[in-house]
T-cell receptor
């Protein structure tokens, strides 16, 4: 069964630090990778997509993809208390190309 | 970014009642999904659709049913609600049939069955 694994956390970082979130996946054929942010009681919000090996930067967020090692990561620079949320990794690989979501990593940014 | 709407946002209902959760999107996306998520827990795909007249069951067995008569509309129905159906239901859509495009989520419906 295709899987997406994330450390459930909580990951606690001080304000201003870099938060590093990691995700591994089992399907070598996966081509599309996404990071979602989910605040407590809210729905997931897409923050990054990445399709090619390497880094992709968007503001304070950087997604990193290494298909050979089957991992994707998200770096959040200058972390803010407002970044405190659960971060979901999603990978193409479900039936009919659907996304497989990880269980999420809970991030807490302390002022 | 997709505009996805779900109604109602909150619903408290008694056991045995029939309910329909509404989901609409205005972006013309072909693919739509329903997920179930309990507080602090992972997402579970319960239904999806590739387009009009297409519906498929997801990874999590569900007693609900769905229909897709119009591209923009993907309602979910529970014929007889039970307390075990208490959860948050999230609707999502994506535009790309040829690859796994990003999914965009609606605000969700919180269902409480008494």
């Amino acid at each position: 069964q295709k899987e997406v694994e994330q450390n459930s956390g909580p990951l606690s970082v001080p304000e201003g630090a870099i938060a590093s979130l990691n995700c591994t996946y089992s399907d070598r054929g996966s081509q599309s990778f996404f990071w979602y942010r989910q605040y407590s009681g809210k729905s997931p919000e897409l923050i990054m997509s990445i399709y090619s090996n390497g880094d992709k930067e968007d503001g304070r967020f950087t997604a990193q993809l290494n298909k050979a090692s089957q991992y994707v990561s998200l770096l959040i620079r200058d972390s803010q208390p407002s970044d405190s949320a659960t971060y979901l990794c999603a990978v193409e690989g479900g039936s009919q190309g659907n996304l497989i979501f990880g269980k999420g990593t809970k991030l807490s940014v302390k002022p | 970014e997709a505009d996805i709407y779900q109604t109602p946002r909150y619903l408290v209902i008694g056991t045995g009642k029939k309910i329909t959760l509404e989901c609409s999107q205005t972006m013309g996306h072909d693919k739509m999904y329903w997920y179930q998520q309990d507080p602090g827990m992972e997402l579970h795909l319960i239904h999806y659709s590739y387009g009009v007249n297409s519906t498929e069951k997801g990874d999590l067995s569900s007693e609900s049913t769905v229909s897709r008569i119009r591209t923009e509309h993907f309602p979910l129905t529970l014929e007889s609600a039970r307390p075990s159906h208490t959860s948050q239901y999230l609707c999502a859509s994506s535009e790309d049939l040829s690859r796994s495009g990003a999914q965009y989520f609606g605000p969700g419906t919180r269902l409480l069955v008494l």
